[in-house]
């Protein structure tokens, strides 16, 4: 199955630009790179996702590079609120189906 | 507001014992996901169903098993519980397939074996 790296934990201060990235090897031709945030005591949440080059939504902006081997999330001027574990996802395809496999997840830690 | 639930909330069970946990999608999705979750871990992917038929599996041995429903609710059943399955057990709906469509997911359900 692919897999992916993520630093275990990252700290910033409010209104700081963070930048998150994820090392994904196998990751096939045809499936996107997804980002979720998780709080404690619930399930995930989505994002943002992206197939190649950069991506921009509401919240985050998401960049892949052209061997897309590897991800960064850019979350501009974080908050308080913005302290969650960010976990990127990937599919690996296969004769079987597709897996969806999560990384590690990176802790963030915003301070005042 | 998601739209995917999940029951129960929380579940003890003792080694040996087998588990069903039931997830109702969101509206107009038609794949399931499930993943188990252990404390500090990511989530691993389990299954997913696509249209009553399962579509993906990750490294989980046959006594986790599923079942998708025509109404796309689901169902993950556990055999043989082991104490490592105490987790929590998430599931995700979305509107396609695969791993490119946005998971929706439910709050999960706390799962504590002894």
């Known amino acids: 199955l692919a897999k992916t790296t993520q630093p275990i934990s990252m700290d910033s201060y409010e209104g700081q630009e963070v930048n998150i990235t994820c090392s994904h090897n196998?990751?096939?031709?045809?499936?996107?790179i997804t980002w979720y945030q998780q709080f404690p005591s619930q399930g995930p949440r989505f994002i943002i996702h992206?197939?190649?080059t950069k991506v921009t939504n509401e919240v985050a902006s998401l960049f892949i590079p052209a061997d897309r081997k590897s991800s960064t999330l850019s979350l501009p001027r974080v908050s308080l609120s913005d302290t969650a574990v960010y976990y990127c996802l990937v599919g690996d395809t296969n004769q079987a189906g597709t897996a969806l496999i999560f990384g590690k997840g990176t802790t963030l830690s915003v301070s005042s | 507001e998601t739209g995917v639930t999940q029951s129960p909330t929380h579940l003890i069970k003792t080694r040996g014992q087998q588990v069903t946990l039931r997830c109702s999608s969101q509206?107009?999705?038609?794949?399931v996901s499930w993943y188990q979750q252990a404390l500090g871990q990511g989530p691993q992917f389990i299954f997913q169903?696509?249209?009553?038929?399962?579509?993906g599996r990750g490294n989980f041995p046959p006594r986790f098993s599923g079942l998708q429903f025509p109404n796309y609710s689901s169902e993950l059943n556990v055999n043989a519980l082991e104490l490592d399955d105490s987790a929590l057990y998430l599931c995700?709906?979305?509107?396609?397939?695969?791993?490119?469509?946005?998971?929706?997911f439910g709050p999960g359900t706390r799962l504590t074996v002894l």
């Open positions: 196998n990751i096939a031709t045809n499936d996107y």
């Open positions: 995700a709906s979305s509107a396609d397939s695969g791993s490119n469509n946005e998971q929706f």
């Open positions: 509206s107009g999705h038609n794949t």
């Open positions: 169903y696509y249209r009553e038929e399962e579509n």
């Open positions: 992206g197939y190649k």
